[in-house]
């Protein structure tokens, strides 16, 4: 079974720049999760799909973030523009149920900003 | 907020004895718990879990235990094996997952 695909691994900008990561999550898998994980701490949700529908954004910058899943498939984070503080690594997951069930996650696209 | 608090960033423990990783959390609406793994430029994966009504999960050499009244969590390894030297995260669940900062396991052959 194919696991949950992120792209890239790796990313540097300049602040002010724009960046966008993708992700594939497992097939079937029908709640898609996008989070960052800022060095020495844990990851902190920025947004939750169900199918392709919006289940929570609350912690997502909307200034300069936005997310998208067309289809209930694929999905893409974009940050614009990009600030130093938003050095990180940006970790998709995925889950075949939308509560209590365990993550899947890829392996992530590490971002500095510079 | 950190509803989730692993207090230990690192830890070191001898092959073969066990390992103690330690969780605190504040929510007493959380109802689902889990332990991730995680290596170096890889994503976390997932260890094991437990739900609330539970105060014990084992799975090979890994046992999760939930203490609801201390609202405690922990995970024990025995016994503790070199490949086992990674981060460990708590995840909390009540509607989202909410983690840990993780601890940092060495196991020293």
């Known amino acids: 079974e194919a696991g949950v695909a992120q792209s890239p691994r790796y990313k540097i900008i300049e602040k002010r720049q724009s960046v966008a990561f993708w992700c594939n999550p497992i097939s079937g898998h029908a709640t898609l999760y996008w989070y960052q994980q800022i060095l020495g701490q844990g990851p902190k949700l920025l947004i939750q799909f169900q199918n392709n529908g919006v289940v929570d954004d609350s912690q997502l910058p909307k200034d300069r973030f936005s997310a998208e899943r067309l289809k209930g498939v694929d999905s893409t984070l974009k940050i614009q523009p990009a600030k130093l503080e938003d050095s990180a690594v940006y970790l998709c997951?995925?889950?075949?149920?939308?509560?209590?069930?365990?993550?899947?996650f890829g392996s992530g696209t590490q971002l500095s900003v510079l | 907020d950190q509803q989730v608090k692993q207090n230990s960033p690192s830890l070191s423990v001898q092959e073969g004895r066990i390992s103690i990783l330690n969780c605190d959390y504040t929510n007493s609406m959380f109802d689902y718990f889990l332990w991730y793994k995680k290596y170096p430029a890889e994503g976390p994966t997932f260890l094991i879990s437990i739900s609330s009504i539970k105060d014990k999960n084992e799975d090979g050499r890994f046992t999760v235990f939930l203490n609801k009244s201390a609202k405690h969590l922990s995970l024990h390894i025995v016994p503790s094996q070199p490949g086992d030297s990674a981060v460990y995260f708590c995840a909390a669940s009540f509607n989202q997952f909410y983690f840990g900062t993780g601890t940092s396991l060495t196991v020293i052959p």
């Open positions: 997951a995925s889950s075949l149920l939308a509560t209590n069930e365990k993550l899947f």
